[in-house]
């Protein structure tokens, strides 16, 4: 088994701030994922890396970088905090960027923008 | 690319009534689609999966149906349980989706009443 673990759990910011969010991950997996929760949205594909060293964009990238810094660990940026803004971003990770690998998802980081 | 349709958004359902919540995608090559379920303050967590080369599987309550040519799939659960209320999400996995990468339908959250 493994765990993935998401920090902060809670982030509050300004509008305008810079946020970063990270991700750990102790499956040993090579493809990692960050997804936006909105409700009434599901969930919606920021960035994701297939292996370390790799990034790719998703449905939802503009606003947000992202790094790979490592195997074990995503990080997600988002480049300036949008007033009012509230979603719950999501890490997920999968053993291999194959089909049917199934994604394993962190607990979540609540984003509010005051 | 893909696009994911899930309906209804809400479903209340009786204790030991079934449930039944539809998906359609909009590409005929996608040949992957998990269904994930979401309780409250938790994670996602695969709960069944099927391939394209399947129209039906089932396991522990759950069965999911694939309709190809109708780019239809659908979740049902059998005799609901209180613990079945949660939101659940679908996906499809296009074709040629580099790093596994998933289209998420907007969820619906299933109320069991007791």
């Known amino acids: 088994g493994g765990i993935i673990t998401q920090t902060p759990k809670f982030l509050i910011g300004q509008e305008g701030q810079k946020l970063t969010l990270k991700c750990q991950q102790n499956f040993n997996h090579d493809t990692m994922y960050w997804y936006r929760q909105d409700s009434g949205k599901g969930l919606r594909l920021i960035y994701y890396?297939?292996?370390?060293?790799?990034?790719q964009k998703g449905d939802l990238s503009e606003g947000y970088d992202a790094s790979r810094e490592k195997k074990s660990s995503f990080s997600l940026t988002v480049t300036s905090a949008q007033k009012n803004e509230m979603a719950v971003f999501l890490c997920?990770?999968?053993?291999?960027?194959?089909?049917?690998?199934?994604?394993?998802f962190g607990p979540g980081t609540r984003l509010t923008v005051l | 690319g893909e696009q994911v349709e899930q309906l209804p958004s809400i479903l209340r359902v009786q204790e030991g009534s079934s449930a039944s919540i539809n998906c359609t995608y909009e590409n005929s090559a996608s040949n992957y689609f998990p269904w994930y379920k979401q309780e409250p303050g938790e994670n996602p967590k695969l709960i069944i999966d099927?391939?394209?080369?399947?129209e039906r599987k089932q396991t522990q309550g759950l069965i999911v149906l694939l309709d190809k040519k109708a780019k239809r799939f659908s979740l049902h659960i059998t005799d609901t349980q209180p613990g079945d209320s949660a939101m659940y999400f679908c996906a499809a996995r296009g074709p040629n989706s580099a790093g596994n990468k998933l289209t998420f339908g907007i969820g619906t959250r299933v109320l069991v009443r007791p």
């Open positions: 890396s297939i292996t370390e060293n790799d990034l």
């Open positions: 997920a990770s999968s053993i291999s960027p194959l089909n049917y690998a199934e994604q394993f």
């Open positions: 099927i391939r394209s080369n399947m």
